[in-house]
């Protein structure tokens, strides 16, 4: 759920890994970002609406995945996808640390980037840098 | 009582005002965009705090730790879904109540430890059930594990009615509970009940049948009107 | 024609024990001099919402009684009384504001610090919304600017 960069990526890998993956997003203009060669189904629709989950097959679903903009529309989205579907696997970004640690602690699978980025540049930062490409 | 709003739209702001006017209760506002702000600040004084009611540092400061009630009303459930939730995981809020502008948004919000959803859709149609005699499925009630309680009413030039209930061709998992004749008599179906013009029908469906259910119960016979002229002859 | 100048009665003002704040406390016991008003030193505590507009704050309470007591003495210096008040509110401005309508004062004299807390002068939050809306006249004093 959420055609942005992020999920269109994960679209494209986890179907090189051999899944069968289905993408929603609110707006058609967003498939764009998949790859002309992505073979999922793509469906325009919004991922808070029980009945839209409905139609896209999210019962049958192995995984359900919410990396929308909205940290609130991802928590929503993601426990529909888990309280009334079923979905055994229900990850959610959430960019606010302290929710993210909320829905974390309530079971949800979460991930905030904007803590997983910071630590990522803090690790690269205290890594010396890389030999020879200093002063170009 | 201390009573937090979130959201200063027109449902927030008459919310506050009338909560305000009852005299007891301490009131506070949570609103993101700061015209609508001043307009609170202005017309109902000191009351109103400019944040982001889902955001937990708003939260602390609002004092969501002392207050007696929460109350989730801005344009967008999944938004007062979260404050509610927060509220109630974090702030250990004794009540939570959320406006929902998708009625179908009331089972999980439920499930999902909401003490109350109102739903202004949900009470138009339950208002305007009456009102239209051929008005299509109307949602009473939501049960668990996506089953719903629908009422719909039986139009004359449906293809069911003469049948028996136990003939019909109903969706999986759908049931008939009650049937209202048209005199006001409430009764329980069985297999041999026929269906009248004008029954009132209680059902219970699937969420994702509901469409199927209502076809199977107001479709017309294929050869209406013509054939019933033609057998009056 | 005549022209019946400062027609300034009862008047309050805000203190918070800044120099600004008994500055603006002289100049408004100038003012009410002329015509015996009463002068209303207002100290205010805002209270966090995380505690009930009622809550017992002591070392709070204790500040306010210090800065009306400095009150008194400057009142006094000026041969002058003032009439000192401490009150609890989630928002000074409007505490401000809402004693101003009440005490019916003709005239609130505020003072202001120089404060340049982002490189450029800032009136501040308080001083800004009693402008906008006190119903009297209003006289602002800021103190001088330093370098």
Redesign the interface.
Known sequence: MGCGRVGAALATMLEEDGHEVTVLDVQAAAFRRLPAEFKGRRHVGNGIDQEVLARIGVGGADAFIAVTQGDNRNVMATQMARELFGVKRALCRIYDPIREEIYRNLGLETISPTLVGARLLRETLERAPPAGKTGG | MYIIVIGAGKVGYYLAKELLAEGENEVLVIEKDGAKCERIAEELGDIVLRGDGCEAATMSLAGFGRADMVIAVTGDDEDNLVSCQVAKVKFNVPRTVARINNPKNEEIFRRLGIDATISATAAILAHIEQELPTHPLIPLLTLRMGLEIVGLKIPPTAAVVGKRVGELMLPQQSLIALIIDSRGSPNAPTGQTVIQAEDEVVAVTRTENEGALRAALTAPSTSEPFGAAASGQ | MEYDSLQVQDVLVPVDGSPAGFDALALACTLAKRRKGTVYAVYVIEV??????DAELAPEARHGEEVLTKSEDVAAELDYKVEGEILQ???AG??IVDEAIERAVSAVVMGVDYETPLGEFDLGNTALYVIKHAPCQLVLLRAAARE
């Open positions: 966090a919402r995380n505690l009930a507009l509110a989630r928002d409007h505490a």
